[in-house]
């Protein structure tokens, strides 16, 4: 199987899984509704717990989007269990703690989920292994089994047709901002519900983009409609109403 990021504008690949919410049919079950579809590189390992408590404290956010979680790791859905309940039992971690994670994680044994969303990238394991000195930099390690089997943080918005909206990938050794992927997935709903764009760092409430004109006189027209905020013909803004 060749190994290829999808492009932002492609529909999501497609698979069946089992997760920890029973089977998943991907992306058909989730058609008609925004999915944040994002790997993590295994279960029992501390950056990966403090973003899926985070997510988990944001679930009903996410959810009042009309959007999904949906998690994903090489490891078995016994394993995710096993994680799941010393999560909530045991960890502590900025205040949060009994922490219930109650979106479906994936289980993606055969790689053939990671390989499908080019989220396997063994050369930012090799970095990441060299610098905790877990491998020695004069080894050949490309048949070391973590590096080519361990997925990076790869993070997919999908939109409710199904298409591929926003892709990011992290390092190994940071956690995700989920405030960002938040902000960036009400910047998307903003622009798909009101033909509108944003601006840098825009958050809700501020100040939206109108389209660029397809003509002089559209052009013309803009730099005259009070309503609209225009320093050049180019760049108008308008105040979000909504
Ligand atoms: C972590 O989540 O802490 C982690 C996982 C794999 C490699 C590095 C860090």
Not at 81 to 92: A, R, Y
Not at 93 to 112: H, R, Y
Not at 157 to 169: E, H, K, L, T, V
Request: with cysteine; hydrophobic share 35%; charged share 25%.
């Amino acid at each position: 199987m060749t190994i290829r990021i999808p492009m932002m504008g492609e529909i999501a690949p497609s698979f069946w899984a089992r997760t920890t919410h029973g089977e998943v049919n991907f992306p058909k079950d989730y058609e008609g509704k925004w999915v944040i579809f994002f790997s993590h590189p295994g279960d029992f390992t501390p950056v990966c717990t403090t973003e899926f408590m985070v997510f988990a404290k944001m679930h009903a956010e996410f959810r009042q989007l009309n959007t999904e979680l949906l998690g994903l790791s090489v490891d078995s859905v016994q394993s995710h269990i096993s994680w799941l309940c010393s999560i909530k039992e045991k960890v502590e971690f900025n205040g949060i703690s009994g922490v219930d994670v109650e979106f479906p994680i994936v289980e993606d044994k055969g790689l053939s989920i990671v390989k499908k969303y080019g989220m396997l990238q063994p050369s930012e394991n090799k970095r990441y292994m060299r610098d905790i000195q877990y491998i020695q930099a004069d080894k050949a390690t490309d048949e070391n089994e973590i590096i080519n089997t361990q997925p990076v943080r790869g993070i997919f918005i999908i939109d409710p047709q199904s298409r591929i909206r926003y892709i990011a990938f992290y390092p190994l050794s940071n956690g995700r901002n989920l405030d960002e992927i938040k902000r960036i997935l009400q910047a998307i709903q903003k622009t798909d519900s009101q033909n509108v764009d944003t601006p840098v760092n825009w958050n809700p409430g501020d100040d939206v983009i109108v389209r660029t004109p397809l003509s002089y006189e559209d052009a013309k027209k803009r730099m005259e409609d009070k309503e609209l905020k225009c320093s050049e013909w180019y760049i108008c803004l308008k105040e979000d109403k909504s």
